[in-house]
């Protein structure tokens, strides 16, 4: 199965400063990646994704960098705000095709005021 | 317009007991999925349906996990003879599509307690 490792499994910033979360994985198959946040209590959502024709997306203070190569790749958070603050998932379908899909382990982000 | 929904919120059962979890998937959801997801870690996979059939339950953990969505649309996961180290939370996401890119729609969770 799907190999996913996420780092770090908690990140301290200051508000406004970046924050940066990083996967890897082992199906280099694998062509979809999404990114997941849930705040304590609350159903994770996703909250950009990527797939593999693209090496980055950007959505306002997300976006989402690819490296097919290293098979890894990042979530970038600009300028944090505390409602930033959650936990924050990586995840890899199943290059079999449906989306069976492995999480990583969690970043939990905590953003200072 | 509503979202996943998931019954009860909260389950606490000793041990020993049976456990039905509910799952109601975003109307016309194709794809259903239950996860498990302990206190602090990711969600783990348990079972995949595509509409009524169950293409993949490689990750229930044992016999004692069964999962079913007879009509394709409503789901229930239940626990037999549930152990202490069945507490977790039970997460149950629907997909519009069946395709690897179709984003998954999460319910709240049931958070169940083995006592």
Redesign the interface.
Known sequence: GENVE?HPSTLSVQEGDSAVIKCTYSDSAS??F?WYKQELG?????II?I?SNVGEKKDQRIAVTLNKTAKHFSLHITETQPEDSAVY?CAV???G??????????TKLQVIP | GAG?SQSPRYKVAKRGQDVALRCDPISGHV?L?W?QQAL??????LT?F?NEAQ??KSGLPSDRFFAERPEGSVSTLKIQRTQQEDSAVY?CAS?QG???????H????TRLTVT
């Open positions: 996420q062509n979809y999404p609350k159903r994770p959502q996703l994704d797939r998932f379908p199943y290059s095709g449906y989306q069976k899909v492995t999480f990583g382990i969690g | 996943v794809s999925f996860y602090g870690q990711g969600p783990e996979f995949y595509q293409l993949d997460l997909s069946s395709s690897y890119n179709s984003p998954l999460f319910g709240n969770g």
